[in-house]
């Protein structure tokens, strides 16, 4: 849903591999990025946080946050990373996204479905 301003509400859910043990992570991070250009790093436009989320295998973590809408030229990806330490680093056994998944400035109803795999 467009909400005016150049935001959009996007809900979705992170999808929870059959590894991931039943855990609480520490904190879960979800990253917009500006994901344009090819041969530089993606920049953090916007992040979003939850703290203390319950994990368990093959199961969903719900959101619905407001993103920033990518500007004419610009191409904006998630990028989703559960930290199950309380180190503030990927370590081993934390969770992360692979697969790149676009904000679309052209479907108001934006439904996305992020995997995660175990580090």
Do not use: W
């Not at 436009?45 to 619905?64: C, D, T």
């Amino acid at each position: 849903m467009n909400i005016g301003l150049g935001h959009k509400i996007v809900s979705g859910a992170i999808l929870l591999p059959p590894n991931c043990g039943d855990i609480t992570a520490k904190e879960t991070i979800i990253e917009i990025r500006d994901t344009s250009l090819i041969d530089a790093a993606s920049v953090c436009i916007s992040i979003f946080k939850i703290g203390n989320v319950k994990l368990s295998p093959n199961s969903k973590i719900p959101f619905n946050i407001t993103i920033p809408m990518p500007p004419a030229g610009k191409e904006y990806s998630f990028r989703v990373q559960i930290n199950v330490s309380d180190n503030g680093t990927l370590t081993q056994g934390d969770l992360v996204s692979f697969q790149r998944h676009s904000v679309s400035p052209n479907n108001d109803n934006l439904e996305i479905i992020i995997p995660v795999q175990v580090v």
